[in-house]
């Protein structure tokens, strides 16, 4: 165990003006075709429909939300593993989404992405060196293959592997330490970029911990940022900065952590924090839920006006008709899209 | 109140090809009339296999059921023939799993299963059946239970599917509904959606329950005592207050420990617990948390790798004596402040 307490304050000094990720009226349509031998567009799942968001250098910026709400399809979007339908992604200065070729080759190796599960996230062929070493090959990184070995077992000590096991293949580590391997694999070509795609959500509780002080070990050493994808909102509370809560492709609020978790404004993110259990008895019996009822409705038929309409226990008049209430900084640095928060 | 439901020193294992996997080593709990217990412990700490255990549902081979005792309204269930058991599973006992689509027949229609066990162990017929299943499902807050009985599962969200299985579950007024991690797959706003559907009709069906789930949280808010597994045994067990409030197990501390909160900025380092969870396939002589345990290490016990701590009373506790614990060492006398 630890003593060492450290604070969001002492560990990030974050200069607000150097940018590193501009993403504007972003969106991912999937079309949804019918048809055997001529295949024709039926329509579109929306799954990322107009978002627009930054984040700071060094900083980790949370994606929260329900399951299909879109998460995922961002982080790859923002990646160009997916192309946008529309909209545009700037990484360091640089337009993503209409570049090509070997210019995208270059930029991925600034941006990497970790998965959720790490069981079928490794190749069970390979053993944990040539997985981590994988990338290094493909950008022809070290042709000295001693010097690559020896950055592979630094990189593994870093994520606090043993080095000896780099001939062991991935049925032979635990969940956690499979983790490990793939944050591993993400570090090899030294990003600035990091989309954690649920890191932690396959992982016991007791291992959870240590990936997320690892994370932010190596946030510290390395000035990484991360977009930081996760349905678990205590520890979004815990290892990001800001956080962005997503419904049906869009973004409904976002801002600074703790004021988005103790002043929610939006009606959804009033209804998810509430939702959270807390592991506490005495906070749990006084604690007073907001149940939205109903399920989420499909992005492939988003309701007309706000996407909340339909579950939303304050909606009037106004939340039926188009347009749909936009982004408005509501409180400082606090965004929120409701016709009811102005 | 009375105790409707007694384990005493239950073991399961399971004989497989790699060898034996040593799943519940010991297991003893009771468990009172009305009465929430909820099960919390990380993946392969025997949750699961303990309560299907009690329910007679240990596929074997490879399970075995290595011995002990469930007493229930004065029966002991694992001595009773497999007719017997099926009786009293649905009728006396109900449970709900995680995914409710391993549950549910995907080729019969939500009213055709719901109706089967009513007419079973009730004796309905076919329409004091289905309006009985239709008030079931309305209950549990099925929009247009009538007409939905004739809906076959995929036709249900998933948060639908786990609502039709408490309809099930509690079709024919069980004593005890056992439920294992029947919220996990869900979102946390379907999730809490259940919760309080669930802690509504306990009440109203004054029912026992137990609740399995790997999430600290949730059984705080709905579980009377808890009880915290590892590696197949009891760790520790009390009233959620004396758990969550007052733990004196090295694991439980550990476990809520490196749990970052919702209510409040999280700008301490989470405490973690080194190592990983044990490996089944070893019967561990000593206590199972033992290759991970600080206090172990901090105190030297060499004990705890050969003796295995007894299930015994809190030493110097204030409560009624069922806050017990497994471990050699008392972490409020004196090493807590040290470690
Ligand atoms: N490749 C794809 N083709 C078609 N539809 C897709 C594709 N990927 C995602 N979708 C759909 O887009 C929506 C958003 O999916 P996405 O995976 O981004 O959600 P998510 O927020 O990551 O959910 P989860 O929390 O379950 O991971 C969903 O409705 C999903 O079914
Ligand atoms: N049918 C089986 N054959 C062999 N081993 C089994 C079988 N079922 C369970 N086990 C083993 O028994 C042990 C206890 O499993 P159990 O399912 O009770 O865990 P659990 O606490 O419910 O975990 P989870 O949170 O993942 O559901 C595990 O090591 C598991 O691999
Ligand atoms: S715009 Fe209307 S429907 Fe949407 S969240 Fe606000 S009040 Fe609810
Ligand atoms: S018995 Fe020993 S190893 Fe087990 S929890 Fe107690 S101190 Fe730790
Ligand atoms: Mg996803
Ligand atoms: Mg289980």
Same mark, same amino acid.
């Given at each position: ?128 060196? &040539?997985?981590? &070493? ?202 929120? &899209? ?5 | ?46 949750? &699961? ?32 023939? #497999? ?69 076959? #599962? ?133 206590? #199972? ?20 701590? #007894? ?29």
């Amino acid at each position: 165990m630890s003593s060492q307490v450290m604070t969001a304050e002492n560990r990030k000094s974050l200069d607000e003006n150097d940018v590193i990720l501009e993403v504007t009226d972003l969106k991912k349509h999937f079309p949804i075709s019918s048809g055997i031998v001529f295949q024709r567009q039926v329509g579109a799942v929306r799954a990322v429909d107009g978002i627009s968001f930054h984040v700071v250098r060094g900083e980790t910026l949370g994606l929260v939300g329900e399951s299909g709400c879109g998460k995922s399809t961002t982080g790859r979007t923002i990646l160009q593993l997916y192309r946008p339908t529309e909209g545009s992604v700037k990484f360091e200065g640089q337009e993503l989404s209409t570049m090509g070729g070997n210019d995208l080759r270059q930029m991925r190796r600034r941006m990497q992405i970790i998965f959720q599960d790490p069981f079928a996230s490794l190749n069970p062929r390979m053993t944990v060196g &040539s997985i981590v &070493s994988e990338p290094l090959q493909i950008h022809k990184i070290y042709s000295n293959k001693k010097e690559r070995q020896q950055y592979v077992e630094q990189l593994m000590e870093k994520v606090g592997l043993n080095p000896y096991f780099i001939n062991r293949y991935p049925h032979e580590f635990s969940g956690g330490q499979r983790q490990r391997i793939g944050i591993a694999r993400a570090l090899a070509l030294e990003p600035s970029f990091i989309v954690a795609d649920e890191p932690i959500s396959a992982l016991d509780v007791s291992i959870q911990a240590q990936v997320v002080n690892l994370m932010e070990e190596l946030q510290d050493e390395l000035n990484l940022t991360y977009l930081f994808i996760a349905h678990d909102l205590s520890m979004v509370r815990h290892i990001c900065d800001r956080v962005a809560v997503m419904y049906l492709g869009k973004i409904v609020e976002l801002g600074p952590v703790d004021e988005v978790y103790d002043n929610p404004q939006h009606p959804y993110t009033q209804a998810l924090l509430s939702a959270v259990p807390v592991p506490d008895p005495m906070v749990e019996e006084n604690r007073q839920r907001i149940i939205i009822s109903g399920d989420l409705p499909s992005p492939a038929n988003p309701p007309t006006g706000c996407n909340f309409n339909t579950r939303c226990p304050v909606r009037f008049d106004l939340c039926f008709e188009e347009p749909d209430p936009p982004l408005i900084e509501a409180r400082p640095d606090h965004y929120v &899209s409701c016709h009811r928060v102005t | 109140m009375s105790v409707l439901l007694d384990v005493k020193d239950l073991i399961v294992r399971f004989y497989t090809q790699e060898g034996t996997v040593y799943a519940v080593n010991g297991v003893s709990f009771e468990l009172e009339e009305g009465e929430t217990l909820g099960i919390v412990g990380e993946s392969g700490s025997g949750k &699961s296999v303990s309560s299907l255990a009690l329910m007679g549902l240990i596929p074997s081979p490879p399970g075995k059921v290595e011995s002990g005792t469930v007493m229930f309204e004065g029966r002991d269930l694992l001595t009773l023939k #497999p007719d017997q058991m099926r009786l009293i599973r649905g009728k006396e006992i109900a449970m709900i799993f995680q995914d409710p689509m391993t549950s549910l027949n995907p080729v019969l229609t939500i009213g055709t299963q719901i109706t089967e066990s009513l007419k079973l162990h009730e004796g309905m017929n076919t329409s004091q059946s289905r309006k009985r299943a239709a008030d079931l499902l309305d209950m549990v807050g099925i929009p247009d239970a009538y007409r939905r009985l004739d809906d076959y #599962p995929h036709q249900f969200s998933g948060g639908m599917r786990q609502r039709v299985m408490i309809a099930m579950g509690l079709s024919c007024n069980p004593k005890l509904l056992i439920a294992d991690e029947p919220t996990t797959a869900l979102d946390v706003t379907i999730q809490a959606q259940i919760i309080e559907l669930v802690k509504q009709l306990k009440d109203e069906f004054n029912m026992a329950m137990i609740w399995i789930t790997h999430d600290l949280g949730v059984v705080a808010g709905i579980a009377d005592r808890i009880q915290v597994m590892y590696g197949g045994r009891i760790m520790e067990s009390g009233s959620s207050h004396e758990v969550f409030g007052d733990s004196r197990h090295p694991y439980t501390e550990g476990l809520l420990g490196s749990l970052p909160r919702l209510d409040s900025s999280g700008e301490e380092k989470l405490t973690q617990i080194e190592g990983s969870p044990p490996d089944m396939r070893n019967e561990p002589a000593g206590c #199972p948390f033992a290759p991970r345990c600080d206090v172990r290490e901090y105190m030297n016990l060499e004990k705890c790798w050969d003796e295995r701590p #007894p299930l015994e009373t809190v030493p110097a506790d204030g409560g009624d004596g069922t806050h017990v614990m497994s471990c050699w060492a008392d972490i409020r006398e004196g090493v807590a402040e040290n470690v």
